[in-house]
């Protein structure tokens, strides 16, 4: 591998899923419940300034007041990212064809193991996942956001509240939920035109990462699956040590250190609030939405300050270069 196609890859040590058999369930953290209450914040208060004590608030980290006409017009022509941060499922990979296999088998086992067919555990398993059955999608929710652990955890909790030991919600929940397989060809479907996305962002001395909830074992066969690891210069995926769930800035704001790129240069793709919520409460220099994944436009628009069909119509936005004449280079 070059310098530039060996991925940075942080830490990859599993977090805490074997821990959590050795803790009670009366020390399950409450940041689940803290996480899903940012992201209600980040929506409710997405226009004000005010900030809620001990929660993080989108609104108190941006900065809404607009910069003078002459610094505007300047940055105006600096506006080509040198960074770009991809979210992967939904936004890079078809989340539908990878997940919904998976969370129809993890319910099914589920309530063959937990004993809880008659209180109907599929279904409140569903909810739980943000996964619609019958129209076998998945919607803005824990499976579309959270990482694998955090899964693991509610499921625990779920199991907990329809009766079950906690030991015998643990041992339920370790023997059903397994990693995704993102190596079948069944199910690991691309979107879009990646490698030549990621040829024109290099070819214009772009970097590249990836940032998401899901696993390094998974996110890594993914993206060796389609070919596309040696394009990518930094991974940061949910079960990495020292790394915080979207929409906190933490991963952000690590990857562009890593990257030596200011956050200002730097530009966050992805499908979901938590991902436009991680880009701006960075300060990322631009946030885009695409509709390829769980939202659709009326929940991102809010939150991004460009929303597309898919990766392939950021490109043009990322590129961005002026043309003598002023006007805007079609890249395609
Ligand atoms: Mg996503």
Redesign the pocket.
């Known amino acids: 591998m070059s310098g530039r196609s060996s991925s940075i890859l942080l830490s990859s040590s599993i977090r805490g899923w074997g821990k959590l058999r050795e803790a009670s369930l009366r020390r399950i953290r409450p940041t689940l419940a803290v996480r899903d209450e940012q992201v209600r914040t980040f929506v409710s208060k997405s226009t004000k300034d005010d900030h809620v004590a001990g929660v993080w608030s989108p609104s108190a980290a941006i900065d809404h007041s607009p910069p003078p006409p002459a610094i505007a017009k300047a940055e105006e022509s600096l506006k080509n990212a040198s960074l770009v941060i991809f979210?992967?499922?939904?936004?890079l990979i078809c989340?539908h064809s990878m997940w919904v296999p998976w969370a129809l088998s993890t319910a099914e086992r589920i309530e063959e193991a937990s004993n809880l067919k008659e209180s109907e555990i599929a279904k409140e398993v569903y909810r739980l996942l943000g996964f619609c059955p019958i129209e076998k999608k998945v919607r803005p929710g824990l499976l579309?956001e959270a990482t694998m652990g955090e899964i693991r955890e509610r499921l625990v909790h779920l199991l907990v509240e329809h009766g079950l030991e906690s030991d015998k919600a643990i041992q339920v929940v370790d023997e059903c939920v397994q990693d995704c397989d993102t190596t079948s060809s069944n199910t690991l479907k691309q979107i879009g035109n990646l490698k030549h996305m990621f040829e024109e962002l290099r070819a214009h001395n772009v970097k590249i990462a990836v940032c998401t909830a899901d696993s390094r074992r998974g996110t890594l066969g993914a993206l060796r699956g389609l070919g596309l690891e040696q394009y990518i210069d930094i991974i940061v995926c949910g079960d990495d040590a020292g790394t915080q769930p979207k929409p906190s800035p933490h991963n952000a704001l690590a990857i562009c250190k890593a990257m030596g790129v200011e956050p200002a240069d730097a530009f966050m793709v992805?499908?979901?609030l938590a991902?436009m919520g991680m880009g701006r409460s960075a300060k990322l220099g631009g946030t885009i939405g695409v509709l390829s994944?769980?939202a659709k436009e009326v929940e991102l628009s809010p939150m991004a300050d460009h929303v597309v069909v898919d990766v392939g119509e950021a490109l043009p936005i990322l590129l961005k270069r002026r043309n003598p004449a002023g006007g805007a280079v079609r890249l395609s």
């Open positions: 979210d992967k499922d939904g936004t989340f579309a992805g499908d979901t991902d994944g769980v």
